[in-house]
């Protein structure tokens, strides 16, 4: 398939309201048709059939789970295009600015203002090298002793086809948060310390007093 034909899909498979609801319900977690539809008020015949545009566009995967079919977002990269797109839709309305503002993950890795605050203390404490948003950025001098107090071990990421780190600009902040290997293993080792805790149905996290603590502490000397 030509990259013509591919982005031809993409912004066909954006464009429909519906469509985008299922991805902005995705990007809390995997979920199954019938939860997705039930949660949208569609019926399930509906819900297929736009679940089939985004799976043929890319943006989401299928895997059987017995008897049930659960979808979820493809990739790290449509996960980010999804992101960035709620940014250039406007300001987030007062229901986000609730629920999700503070801290939400932004497909597994952290966004909100706990995100950006993470961001801002990793580059302030030269674990970070600066770069635009979107773009891929390289880790600092400082990089492996603030993140061993993440709990990450940078030389012990599994080696992938995935970008170690870069800047997501942020859909509530307008601001970058840190995506990529290092980012996803950041947010895996809050959610195991209990620093953040997951809402169900949704991305959004209750962050602990602990949480904004350890992000506060990045920039102080070991």
């Known amino acids: 398939m030509t990259v013509a034909k591919r982005s031809?899909?993409?912004?066909?498979?954006?464009?429909?309201?519906?469509?985008w609801a299922l991805l902005q319900a995705l990007m809390a977690g995997p979920s199954s048709v019938s939860a997705l539809v039930r949660g949208l008020g569609l019926s399930p015949t509906n819900g297929s059939n736009h679940?089939?545009?985004?799976r043929a566009a890319g943006l989401v995967s299928a895997k059987r789970r017995g008897r049930v079919v659960e979808y979820a977002i493809a990739s790290p990269a449509a996960a980010q295009l999804i992101e960035s797109l709620s940014v250039l839709s406007g300001p987030a309305g007062a229901r986000a600015r609730t629920e999700l503002a503070e801290a939400r993950t932004c497909y597994d890795h952290l966004?909100?203002?706990?995100?950006?605050?993470?961001?801002?203390?990793l580059r302030r404490a030269g674990a970070l090298a600066s770069?635009?948003?979107g773009r891929t950025i390289t880790l600092g001098r400082n990089a492996d002793r603030i993140y061993a107090r993440l709990g990450v071990a940078i030389d012990q990421l599994v080696p992938t086809r995935r970008r170690l780190a870069y800047a997501c600009l942020d859909w509530t902040e307008r601001r970058p948060h840190l995506g990529g290997a290092v980012g996803a293993a950041i947010a895996q080792?809050?959610?195991r310390r209990r620093l953040v805790r997951?809402?169900?149905?949704?991305?959004?996290?209750?962050?602990?007093?602990?949480?904004?603590?350890?992000?506060?502490?990045?920039?102080?000397?070991?």
């Open 198 to 222: 997951r809402r169900h149905g949704s991305r959004g996290l209750d962050v602990s007093p602990a949480a904004w603590r350890l992000v506060a502490s990045l920039g102080e000397r070991a």
């Open 189 to 191: 080792e809050f959610i």
């Open 8 to 19: 031809e899909m993409v912004a066909h498979a954006l464009s429909e309201p519906t469509r």
């Open 131 to 133: 770069a635009p948003s």
């Open 111 to 121: 966004a909100g203002r706990l995100g950006v605050a993470l961001f801002e203390q």
């Open 51 to 54: 679940l089939g545009v985004l």
